[in-house]
């Protein structure tokens, strides 16, 4: 226990009167340490005349601030140098019954000292995935950045939700500085509007729902119970979020329709006019389309310009899921696969995933200057958007929003632009597009190895064959045995804790690979110990 | 510019070509101090031969290291020690127009020194407002929860998502740990599901969508648009993002059908039943209630056990709103406040409201043994969710959400229930309602301070009435002068910094303060002061 003894609490403001007595509790069981003693006061009835029944624990500022100073440190040696490391293990698995034990999950009546909750921000920390580490290339997120981890801190323990200025008045600005100037990056002359979202997937919703409101405003009223029947259109690839959304909106699974892709992942235009045709025929009424600028697998880009021409001619809201290849736009080097993203509608793009922004920080970004999210989203509720107040209430963002309380995310993003610029973000995107070209030549090179396809982004995906199969013909069996190579590779990675790399099936293709170099930490070398270890783990199979 | 010069990185990794020449850059346009000069390589073109065109500015990690541990001084300095200390102002108030010129928001192409961004830190913290202090009474949060604190930097540096075990194991396993506690502490006998969601709006929307998979699950693939009319059943001092979830999910605001209130702002049973059977008349279709256990404005509790008899009845799903209110449950004196909690469907209950946790802390709990959550909001995306994994993939939960992308928000409650154990946050609910006591006593007996109820959690809302309106008879006139009192003073209060506390308008009645005491810093000086202060500013109106 660290909210301590009972006391008068700080003389000079000491007036909340202590009636309890001072008694020596047991500490809760299974706690081992004897240091997990606590003091608590005994209750006692008070008159109503000032004095009253308080069990004060009031709050020890100083062990409070010892505590987290040692926290910090624990922070810095785990989190941030050891989780870094590249001698370090990546991952120290265990299953999730050992991890149960290891960790002693069971909330009690008595708490613990302070010794035991350290132990227990260390064995945290240790038990988890390091995904700062350089060999950590799983999902779309990697590495770590040291500006916006602060900026993350500071978020969290200044402890603000967005809705008003009156109570994030800094937050507040940052948010607005980074959605104007993505705003300009995107190349949007005349100005938008924006908002910071937990997560890609809510960004792809707020797309879907101000293209409906576009449409129909009166849905918000009245729902979707007499409307016609409502069709989003997206490539085969795009993310699940939109199916997702399409569920949780109203509009249900079934009225996404997919678009087939091309060789390499991407929407064909004239299968999307195929499909809104064929929407139009069935009476149903095609309202958006999502276009996917970085697919999750094979880092395809939906070709912008002409999906535009489509979406004008058919009056078709255009949503950009540019979460994962929205940085490419940094890059003058790259920007071209996001040709034509100054036409569109909306835009929703994650500084988190190849940015290296903290999670989360994903933006929403509208083409709009009409107040759109604000008619769409807002609620008006009197408790928290008072229109009396002194200040200019239109900085009271909130109610743009489908969520109350809102982490600051953007700052993140602001902390770390301002510390690298713009020129620094570029250079980023550059190296780890070319640390991709290097990987996929790498394979090119490989016995054994096999490219998907040819990389366009940073998604480097391929296929693995063990020495067994390397000399079999290309026939429905090799696919099928080597569809059982990824997982055992994957498994072996993971208990050996070498790296940890993704892999998946798309469509017909058996398991492959999907490498994704993101962090500037990482070196050609971990690309190349990437290949070994894959071979040195699956050569056998 | 922190990440630095061109050279080989790490020598003993150092395979990592570096073919630009080095060259001082010009500081971006607007960067003040003369360290912020760059060191920037000039690109090569290299052959594809394993050298490769990089401006490599690789990570140096002490350079990183040193300056996060800079940062954590200033965090524990400026928004830990001085953001708590009543002395000290609670906001240093300039408007949108003052702040963005003494925060220099702009972003550019050149990255700024380390000193600067240290300073930028020391200012976002300066100018936020400090919801740690004392005298912050402006929200529904409030206070320094060192663990949660703790365990949320731990989350931030740790840097994963909830979607699968194989990436966030440790966060997996803690958020299953608490959501069985919560559910155990609700007296949910059989058990149950849940899932933490950015904030109690998002909780509350699923359950309308829970609510309305159960009710037929055929929406989620085909949509609203042949289904009967849905109704919502809510009070009309409910949370408004019910409103904002029907709008979103298809329903319609005007679905959403108000139940009038009680003289303290609960739901009237009987009323409920007359809009439930007025809305069957109507040919829609009820088919879920929530009751709010502690509204945001008058912390009213819904009566849960009468609603019960009626959804059951009804065959309506029950979902609570509890977000401010669950916090009763800890404590023996107040859980009679949500009797009849075991009998409902589904729970939203925010442990970073009264309980303190770090912003954002939101647990959504579902009476639901079949797997509603995962049926309801799964999509199988199979490069995240693969089932030829080598663990149990039941612990992959993240195709429960409706995010991807998700925080391991469940850490930072699990952490400070560890080392406060039960009792301590019993005690701290216990104090935070026997301090409201006390203000609502103080107020009764202060002349020009009116309760505009008896409080029975924990907000206290009153007016003021300045000397000049304390002999007016009661009148619409005088109503309407009370009206304009709270803003003045609210606006007087941030001026001057001294103490921050809420105040609105519900339905007929005039503006009026809304005080919440929450964390066991404030003492009972603090509320006197609140009173005073009131007085000091208003009394001139």
């Not at 350290?118 to 999902?139: E, G, M, W």
């Not at 779309?140 to 950045?145: F, I, S, V």
């Not at 509608?345 to 995933?353: E, F, G, I, L, Q």
């Not at 991709?436 to 090179?445: D, N, Q, S, V």
Request: proline share 4%; hydrophobic share 40%; glycine share 6%.
């Amino acid at each position: 226990m660290i909210l301590m003894p009972q006391k008068e609490f700080e003389v000079n403001r000491g007036i909340v009167e202590i009636s309890g007595k001072i008694k020596k509790l047991e500490a809760g069981q299974g706690v081992k340490s004897s240091e997990s003693q606590a003091l608590v006061a005994e209750p006692e009835k008070c008159s109503p005349a000032g004095s009253f029944d308080v069990n004060s624990s009031t709050a020890d500022e100083q062990v409070a601030e010892s505590f987290i100073r040692q926290a910090m440190e624990i922070i810095v040696d785990e989190a941030v140098k050891k989780a870094t490391n590249v001698q370090e293990k990546v991952c120290e698995w265990h299953s999730p019954e050992q991890l149960k034990k290891l960790l002693d999950l069971e909330l009690r009546d008595g708490g613990e000292a302070e010794s035991e909750i350290l132990q227990r921000c260390r064995d945290a920390i240790r038990y988890s995935v390091k995904t700062s580490h350089p060999r950590f290339f799983n999902q779309l997120y990697a590495g770590m950045e040291p500006y916006s981890m602060v900026a993350s801190f500071i978020a969290e323990a200044v402890k603000t939700n967005l809705y008003t200025y009156e109570v994030a008045p800094v937050f507040t600005l940052m948010e607005d500085a980074v959605l104007r100037k993505m705003i300009k990056v995107i190349g949007w002359e005349e100005g938008g509007d924006g908002i910071f979202n937990p997560g890609g997937s809510l960004s792809n919703m707020y797309a879907v729902n101000l293209a409906r409101y576009r449409y129909c405003p009166d849905f918000k009223e009245v729902g979707m119970f007499s409307a016609p029947r409502l069709v989003i259109l997206t490539s085969q690839e795009c993310h699940y979020s939109i199916s997702k959304g399409a569920a949780l909106m109203g509009i249900g699974t079934k009225n996404v329709y997919t678009v087939p892709t091309d060789e390499r992942g991407r929407m064909i235009p004239s299968a999307l006019e195929e499909k809104i045709m064929l929407a139009k025929s069935e009476g149903a009424v095609p309202f958006m389309v999502n276009a996917t600028a970085g697919t999750t697998v094979l880092g395809a880009f939906d070709p912008i310009d002409e999906i535009a021409d489509i979406c004008e001619k058919h009056n078709l809201w255009l949503h950009v899921d540019a979460c994962w290849g929205g940085a490419a736009i940094m890059s003058k080097k790259h920007k071209h696969l996001l040709k034509g993203i100054h036409r569109v509608d909306s835009v929703a793009w994650n500084p988190h995933k190849m940015l290296m922004a903290s999670l989360q920080c994903s933006a929403f970004l509208v083409r709009d200057k009409t107040s759109l999210l604000q008619h769409c989203h807002s609620a008006r509720a009197s408790y928290l958007f008072q229109q009396d107040k002194f200040y200019d209430v239109s900085y009271d963002t909130g109610d743009k929003s489908v969520q109350c309380s809102r982490k600051p995310d953007a700052f993140k993003f602001w902390l770390m632009w301002k510390a690298l610029g713009s020129r620094e973000l570029e250079q980023r995107v550059d190296r780890a597009l070319a640390m991709a070209r290097y990987l996929a030549e790498e394979i090119k090179k490989r016995e054994g190895f096999r490219l998907v396809l040819e990389p366009e982004y940073a998604n480097v995906c391929f296929w693995y064959l063990p020495p067994s199969m390397r000399n079999l013909p290309e026939s429905p069996e090799l696919w099928k045995k080597l569809h059982t190579v990824a997982p055992v590779v994957k498994q072996r990675m993971m208990k050996k804790g070498s790296m940890m790399v993704g892999y998946q099936p798309l469509g017909e293709k058996a398991n492959f690979f999907r490498m994704v170099v993101i962090s500037p930490q990482v070196s050609r070398q971990d690309l190349d110990f990437v290949l070994n270890e894959i071979h040195n783990l699956g050569k056998d199979l």
